[in-house]
C-alpha cells in the first residue's frame, strides 16, 4: 500500500535565490493543512516535499493536499530500496493494486527518473527491467506514446519510489508569498473566485462586505460571511470587515443625479477599502470586476471608479466570460451558495438607465455637494471585523 505522497512544486522552480523562501512558506501552509493528520510527517528533498502517513489516512490527507497552492501534482507512492528487484516487485504490486480497484489497463509504460546519477542503471534500462516485470507478471501490452498507465520510478539520492497515480494540484504560488491584500466581497458569483484566483498568485486575503440595512438583512449578511469562510481555509483563517453603507446610500439616493448612483456608491467603496487596506498592512485591493459585463464596467466608468483608490486595484475576472466565471465558482464550491437569493447594496436605488461614460469633473461636483468623503471616514471608523476560522 502507498505509505508516501510526492508533492511536485509548481511555479517555484521558477524561483532563483528566493526560492527558499517561498518553499519555507509552502511547507508552512501544508503544516496547517495537515494538522488534523497528526500521524503525517512532511520531508523535504530532490527538489520537492515528501509526506509521509498511514495508509488509512492517505486519502484523507491527499484530498486535503491538492487544495494547497504552489503544487502541481500529487502522486501516492511507495518508498521502495534502490535496487531493480525491489523496484520491479513494487511497480508489479502497484499495478495490481491500481486494477484491484477497478482500473482495467489494456497498455502500460514505464518512466524511469534517475536524480541519482551513482545508481548504476541508467533511466532506459531500469525501464526496461522494471517494464518486464509487469509484462510478465499482468500480461499487459506496452505502449510508449499512449499508454492507459503510466507507472513512475524514481531513483533519488534520499529517496526511491514508485507510483501509478498523479493528481492535479492546485498551481499558482503558496498565499502568503505575494503580501495581503484586501477583497471587495459581495454576495454574488464573482468576487468570492476573484478572491480565489488572489490566493492563487500567492496573496493572503482580508476582505470587506457593504452593508445597508434595513435594505440588505441580516441573511445577506451571513451569505458573505459563508463566502468569506470557504477561502479561509487556504490561509488558515480570513479578516472580514463589515461596514454599514446605508448612510453613504441614502445621501446618494436623495442628492445626486439617480444616474450617477452606481459610480458614486463604487467611488465611496473604494476610498474606504482603501483606508481600511491600510490600516490592514494590505498592499492592494481586489474585486470581482469585469469588463463590460454589466453597465459599471466600461472602461470609462472603471477608471472614474479607481481615482479614489489610494492602492493598485487588481482585478483577475477582467477578461472572464461569465460562462469562465461560472465554472471556476462550481470548482471552488461557492457558486451555489452565491446563486442564493440576496439584496446586493449596489443594486439598491439603480436607475433604469445608469451612466456609462463616467466623467471625472460632473462626478467629484456631485460628491463635493454630498460631503462623501466625511461618510466615508465615519464608516471606516464604524467598521466591524469578524475573524473566520479556515
Same mark, same amino acid.
Given at each position: 500500500?502507498?505509505?508516501?505522497?510526492v508533492l511536485?512544486?509548481?511555479?517555484?522552480?521558477?524561483?532563483?535565490?528566493?526560492?527558499r523562501?517561498?518553499?519555507q512558506?509552502?511547507e508552512s501552509?501544508l503544516?496547517?493543512t495537515?494538522?488534523p493528520?497528526?500521524?503525517? /510527517?512532511?520531508e523535504?528533498g530532490q527538489?520537492?516535499?515528501?509526506?509521509?502517513?498511514p495508509?488509512a489516512?492517505?486519502?484523507?490527507?491527499?484530498? /486535503?493536499l491538492? /487544495?494547497?497552492?504552489?503544487l502541481?501534482? #500529487?502522486?501516492p507512492a511507495?518508498?521502495?530500496?534502490?535496487?531493480l528487484?525491489?523496484?520491479g516487485?513494487?511497480?508489479?504490486?502497484a499495478?495490481?493494486?491500481?486494477i484491484?480497484?477497478?482500473?482495467?489497463?489494456?497498455?502500460?509504460?514505464?518512466?524511469?527518473?534517475?536524480?541519482?546519477?551513482?545508481? =548504476?542503471?541508467?533511466?532506459?534500462?531500469?525501464?526496461?527491467?522494471?517494464?518486464a516485470?509487469v509484462?510478465?507478471?499482468?500480461g499487459?501490452?506496452?505502449d510508449?506514446?499512449?499508454?492507459?498507465?503510466?507507472?513512475g520510478v524514481?531513483i533519488?539520492?534520499?529517496l526511491s519510489?514508485?507510483f501509478v497515480?498523479?493528481v492535479?494540484?492546485?498551481g499558482g504560488? @503558496?498565499?502568503?508569498?505575494?503580501?495581503?491584500?484586501?477583497?471587495?466581497?459581495?454576495?454574488?458569483?464573482?468576487?468570492?473566485?476573484?478572491?480565489?484566483?488572489?490566493?492563487?498568485? $500567492?496573496?493572503?486575503l482580508?476582505?470587506v462586505?457593504f452593508?445597508?440595512?434595513?435594505?440588505?438583512?441580516?441573511?445577506t449578511?451571513?451569505?458573505?460571511?459563508?463566502?468569506?469562510?470557504r477561502l479561509a481555509?487556504?490561509? $488558515?483563517d480570513?479578516?472580514l470587515?463589515?461596514?454599514t453603507?446605508?448612510?453613504?446610500?441614502?445621501?446618494?439616493?436623495d442628492?445626486? =443625479?439617480c444616474?450617477m448612483?452606481?459610480i458614486l !456608491?463604487? /467611488?465611496?467603496?473604494m476610498r474606504i477599502?482603501?483606508?481600511?487596506?491600510?490600516?490592514?498592512?494590505?498592499?492592494a485591493?481586489?474585486?470581482?470586476?469585469?469588463?463590460?459585463?454589466?453597465?459599471?464596467q466600461t472602461?470609462?466608468?472603471?477608471s472614474?471608479?479607481?481615482?479614489?483608490?489610494?492602492?493598485?486595484v487588481?482585478?483577475?475576472?477582467?477578461?472572464?466570460?461569465?460562462?469562465?466565471?461560472?465554472?471556476?465558482?462550481?470548482r471552488?464550491?461557492? !457558486?451555489?451558495?452565491?446563486?442564493?437569493? !440576496?439584496?446586493?447594496?449596489?443594486? #439598491?436605488?439603480?436607475?433604469?438607465? @445608469?451612466?456609462?461614460r463616467?466623467?471625472?469633473? =460632473?462626478?467629484?461636483?456631485?460628491e463635493a455637494?454630498?460631503?462623501?468623503?466625511?461618510?466615508?471616514?465615519?464608516?471606516v471608523?464604524?467598521?466591524?471585523?469578524?475573524?473566520l476560522?479556515?
Amino acid at each position: 500500500m502507498p505509505d508516501l505522497i510526492v508533492l511536485r512544486h509548481g511555479e517555484l522552480f521558477l524561483k532563483g535565490d528566493n526560492r527558499r523562501q517561498f518553499e519555507q512558506v509552502l511547507e508552512s501552509n501544508l503544516r496547517r493543512t495537515l494538522a488534523p493528520i497528526p500521524e503525517a /510527517r512532511i520531508e523535504r528533498g530532490q527538489g520537492r516535499h515528501f509526506v509521509r502517513c498511514p495508509a488509512a489516512e492517505l486519502p484523507a490527507a491527499l484530498a /486535503r493536499l491538492s /487544495r494547497v497552492f504552489g503544487l502541481s501534482s #500529487l502522486s501516492p507512492a511507495v518508498a521502495v530500496a534502490p535496487e531493480l528487484d525491489a523496484l520491479g516487485a513494487a511497480a508489479v504490486a502497484a499495478v495490481e493494486e491500481a486494477i484491484a480497484r477497478g482500473r482495467r489497463p489494456r497498455s502500460f509504460r514505464v518512466k524511469a527518473r534517475r536524480a541519482d546519477k551513482s545508481f =548504476p542503471h541508467p533511466s532506459p534500462e531500469i525501464g526496461r527491467e522494471v517494464g518486464a516485470c509487469v509484462v510478465a507478471a499482468t500480461g499487459l501490452a506496452v505502449d510508449l506514446e499512449q499508454p492507459e498507465l503510466t507507472v513512475g520510478v524514481e531513483i533519488g539520492p534520499v529517496l526511491s519510489f514508485v507510483f501509478v497515480e498523479r493528481v492535479a494540484g492546485a498551481g499558482g504560488l @503558496p498565499v502568503g508569498v505575494s503580501g495581503k491584500v484586501l477583497l471587495l466581497l459581495s454576495g454574488g458569483i464573482d468576487s468570492p473566485v476573484a478572491g480565489h484566483l488572489m490566493q492563487k498568485r $500567492g496573496c493572503r486575503l482580508d476582505a470587506v462586505y457593504f452593508h445597508s440595512p434595513p435594505f440588505t438583512g441580516a441573511r445577506t449578511r451571513a451569505k458573505v460571511e459563508q463566502l468569506a469562510a470557504r477561502l479561509a481555509p487556504a490561509q $488558515g483563517d480570513l479578516t472580514l470587515a463589515v461596514v454599514t453603507f446605508t448612510p453613504i446610500q441614502t445621501a446618494v439616493r436623495d442628492g445626486a =443625479p439617480c444616474e450617477m448612483a452606481v459610480i458614486l !456608491y463604487r /467611488r465611496a467603496m473604494m476610498r474606504i477599502a482603501s483606508a481600511l487596506a491600510q490600516q490592514r498592512g494590505c498592499l492592494a485591493l481586489a474585486t470581482g470586476e469585469n469588463l463590460g459585463q454589466v453597465a459599471s464596467q466600461t472602461i470609462e466608468n472603471l477608471s472614474c471608479i479607481e481615482a479614489t483608490a489610494s492602492l493598485l486595484v487588481l482585478r483577475p475576472l477582467v477578461a472572464f466570460d461569465k460562462a469562465e466565471t461560472i465554472e471556476l465558482a462550481r470548482r471552488i464550491g461557492t !457558486y451555489d451558495l452565491s446563486t442564493e437569493p !440576496y439584496e446586493d447594496c449596489c443594486s #439598491l436605488f439603480v436607475p433604469r438607465h @445608469p451612466l456609462i461614460r463616467a466623467r471625472p469633473e =460632473p462626478v467629484e461636483r456631485a460628491e463635493a455637494e454630498l460631503a462623501l468623503e466625511a461618510l466615508c471616514a465615519e464608516a471606516v471608523a464604524g467598521a466591524e471585523l469578524c475573524s473566520l476560522a479556515g
